[in-house]
């Protein structure tokens, strides 16, 4: 099984959690990697990185970014939000590594429904995110 969210609906959902903090540009460059579009001022250009999908499971999702010392000095400000915001046992972000681990299973929404799932593949199709689902 294959469930999808579109860039569109992904963006909002952020914009909506941070109280319209972070707002993100997301675009395609192939099957594991998105392009993340990041505007903190208005008076500056976007910072654009590279996300790219290292792993998938039911106990964790392990991203990896690409920035130079600049972009990633402009990242830690999104990460300070996300520090005092998320507990770290659902999020960690490493900066010095450019990793972020999430835990699906610590979240209490995700609990429920990753017994009776599970996660198999995570990817992006030319404007959504697909994760592929096994029932076992």
Same mark, same amino acid.
């Given at each position: 099984?294959?469930?999808?969210?579109?860039?569109?609906?992904?963006?909002?959902?952020?914009?909506?959690?941070?109280?319209?903090?972070?707002?993100?540009? #997301?675009? &395609?460059?192939?099957? +594991?990697? @998105?392009?993340?579009?990041? $505007?903190?001022? =208005?008076?500056?250009?976007?910072? /654009?990185?590279?996300?790219?999908?290292?792993?998938?499971?039911?106990?964790?999702?392990? #991203?990896? &970014?690409?920035?130079? +010392?600049? @972009?990633?000095?402009?990242? $830690?400000?999104? =990460?300070?939000?996300?520090?005092? /915001?998320?507990?770290?046992?659902?999020?960690?972000?490493?900066?010095?590594?450019?990793?972020?681990?999430?835990?699906?299973?610590?979240?209490?929404?995700?609990?429920?429904?990753?017994?009776?799932?599970?996660?198999?593949?995570?990817?992006?199709?030319?404007?959504?995110?697909?994760?592929?689902?096994?029932?076992?």
């Amino acid at each position: 099984m294959i469930i999808t969210i579109t860039f569109n609906e992904l963006k909002e959902i952020i914009s909506n959690k941070t109280n319209d903090k972070v707002n993100l540009d #997301l675009h &395609y460059v192939n099957y +594991n990697t @998105i392009k993340v579009s990041y $505007k903190p001022v =208005a008076f500056l250009p976007a910072v /654009n990185v590279n996300v790219q999908i290292r792993e998938v499971g039911n106990s964790k999702i392990v #991203l990896s &970014y690409n920035a130079n +010392n600049a @972009i990633d000095m402009i990242i $830690k400000g999104p =990460a300070a939000f996300l520090d005092s /915001n998320i507990p770290k046992e659902i999020i960690e972000l490493d900066t010095t590594d450019q990793i972020v681990t999430l835990y699906p299973t610590k979240v209490e929404q995700l609990q429920k429904p990753l017994e009776m799932i599970e996660l198999q593949q995570l990817y992006f199709d030319d404007d959504k995110v697909c994760v592929e689902v096994k029932m076992p």
